[in-house]
């Protein structure tokens, strides 16, 4: 074997992929009507991959705007425009930080787990057994993760921009001193709900969700039924997510501005 | 409570708290939070020039905000600036002969109006109650946006020393 043949086999893999999880997406839509009769099993998922991954983004969020706050003020105090502190937190953290940093979290700690599980039950015959039963695999078990991760990305990404804003507050007013009344005239004359709110946190977060939710379900549901196959198809799932939220920011962001 | 309940109730509470932080970024840290609340009167002001004012920009007196700019248009007869303002009916007092001027919130900042009480007072009835602001009055005297480029070219055309 040969090094060029190789390097082809991977980037074939690699096109494989994604064509084969490009269409597994009709498949995931299309079972929605079907899915809503188990809908008690989308609020269920909602509650694994929303509600538990809180915690992580908030305190992440937390923090990401207290380092922003810092590294801004020290920056802006070389120009004396501390006062601009604000704006500055709010516009990155809604335009790119808030959508991108959720996304990952949300991939590591919400695609992995849908992957692993899934992949269990794939590698374990439980799937092949629903379908003996006349359960659908993918309205029971995919597209209920899938509407999950699709709605509460969103969510999740609002929440940790809340607490981006929360932590720029702390470390620049009650830390570093900017005049409170300064920091929030100064972000709300300049932060446009529609290209920032809208277009940044909402579109950007609802596409990542969809497209790490998409990576998580198809990586699972087609994982090699064996400890190893889950073992790394759970990997795949963060490095393809990783890899994709990146990649399609950067497309929205030029499309969207 | 059975554990599907405690399901179910935990994610609703996650998607409170969801659109609840969607709430706080949309009406407290965006323009929206300055658009004025409550019941306005408009004004007019003619300006030479309006620089960066935006409409949405905030109306200030002694740096209290009491409306904001709603409109900005080009009159075709005078080539004036004609900004509109929407001021809050509980300011009431406003005599009628204040100034509007264009200024900037510290060296970067953006642009406002800052309007200028004036007497007020009557010349056809100088003791009588003071003339005040109302729905479609105009400010009659004006102050333009400072450019710095005008600034420059004043500096070097009239403080040159090589002019006398």
């Known amino acids: 074997m040969s090094a060029a043949s190789g390097r082809r086999n991977w980037l074939l893999d690699g096109l494989a992929q994604v064509g084969d999880a490009g269409l597994f997406l009709p498949t995931l839509l299309a079972a929605i009507p079907r899915s809503l009769r188990h809908f008690r099993e989308t609020v269920r998922q909602l509650w694994f991959v929303g509600a538990m991954s809180l915690t992580l983004i908030m305190v992440c969020g937390l923090f990401v705007g207290m380092v922003l706050a810092l590294q801004l003020y020290y920056v802006l105090s070389i120009f004396g425009g501390t006062a601009a502190t604000g704006t500055v937190v709010a516009l990155a953290v809604y335009r790119e930080l808030g959508p991108v940093v959720t ?8 695609g992995t787990a849908i992957t692993a599980e899934i992949g269990l039950m794939r590698a374990t015959d439980q799937l ?22 699709v709605i509460s990305m969103p969510l ?42 809208v277009d940044g946190v909402l579109y950007k ?12 379900v198809h990586q699972g549901y087609t994982t090699p039924p064996t400890s190893e196959g889950v073992a ?5 799932t963060v490095v393809a997510s990783s890899i994709a939220i990146l990649a399609l920011d950067f497309m929205l962001t030029a499309f969207l501005t | 409570m059975n554990p599907r309940r405690s399901f179910a109730a935990g994610t609703g509470l996650f998607i409170l708290l969801g659109f609840a932080a969607l709430v706080f970024l949309a009406t407290q840290t965006t323009s929206v939070a300055n658009n004025y609340q409550g019941d306005t009167y408009t004004v007019t002001a003619d300006f030479m020039n309006v620089g960066q004012l935006k409409v949405g920009a905030p109306v200030k007196m002694a ?23 929407a001021i809050g009916k509980r300011f009431n ?3 009628a002969d204040s100034s509007a001027a264009v200024f900037t919130s510290g060296l970067l900042g953006d642009q406002y109006i800052a309007v200028k009480p004036g007497s007020g007072i009557n010349p056809d009835d100088p003791t009588g109650p003071p003339l005040v602001l109302h729905d479609g009055s105009q400010f009659i005297q004006v102050q333009s946006a400072l450019q ?17």
């Open chain 1, 156 to 197: 999740l990404c609002c929440v940790f921009c809340a607490m981006a804003i929360f932590g720029g507050h702390l470390v620049g007013v009650t830390w570093l001193g900017i005049d409170n009344g300064t920091f929030w005239s100064n972000m709300t004359a300049s932060v446009n709900v529609w290209t920032d709110i």
């Open chain 1, 232 to 236: 790394y198809a759970t990997t795949r």
């Open chain 2, 63 to 85: 740096g209290v905000r009491i409306g904001s700019v709603t409109a900005i248009t080009l009159d075709q007869k005078s080539l004036l600036a004609q900004v509109t303002m």
């Open chain 1, 205 to 216: 977060s609802l596409a990542f969700g969809a497209v790490v939710t998409l990576i998580a």
């Open chain 2, 93 to 95: 007092a406003i005599p």
């Open chain 2, 148 to 164: 710095l480029e005008d600034l420059i070219g004043k500096f070097l055309v009239d403080g040159s020393p090589a002019k006398k």
């Open chain 1, 128 to 149: 092949s057994a629903m379908e003996l039963m006349a359960v659908d695999p993918v309205a029971y078990v995919a597209t209920p993760r899938f509407l999950a991760g």
């Open chain 1, 103 to 110: 996304a990952l979290l949300f991939a590591g700690r919400a």
